[in-house]
């Protein structure tokens, strides 16, 4: 149910245009128009007379100095996290790269061994099926 506040909220965030309201409230901010066009045109008029100053205001283009000026702004920024962030790399390698090592060297070492065991099982499992497929069975052979 649409409510009066609801409605003028609508039309002051979006406009007189219903095609930009949210789809979820448009059909019924249009029933509401309908049921109470005297709270509904004035709002759809004032916000008429918004959308068209706005959309008759051009677009501020910026000059070519304040644009050089942000591209190297933003260039010398990057620069500087750039080199900040490989000293505090070098830095934190330095600092626990022997740690770092061995621990990654424990990691390898747990995963070789416990895929190597896996892997093993699941090599019996594949002999003693395919055996069981192709070969001669006990009670084949004695009766």
Do not use: C
């Amino acid at each position: 149910m649409m409510t009066a506040e609801r409605f003028l909220a609508l039309v002051a965030a979006y406009g007189a245009d219903a095609r930009r309201w949210p789809d979820s409230e448009r059909e019924a901010a249009r029933a509401f128009a309908l049921a109470q066009p005297e709270v509904a045109q004035d709002a759809l008029a004032e916000a008429d007379a918004v959308d068209d100053l706005l959309f008759a205001s051009r677009n501020p283009q910026p000059s070519m100095a304040l644009r050089d000026r942000v591209i190297a702004s933003a260039t010398e920024a990057g620069l500087k996290a750039r080199r900040h962030g490989g000293r505090w790399m070098a830095k934190l390698a330095l600092a626990f790269g022997a740690g770092g090592v061995a621990v990654t060297a424990a990691g390898v070492m747990a995963g070789v061994l416990l895929t190597s065991h896996l892997t093993a099982d699941a090599r019996a499992d594949a002999v003693l099926y395919q055996a069981s497929l192709f070969g001669v069975d006990d009670v084949e052979v004695l009766g």
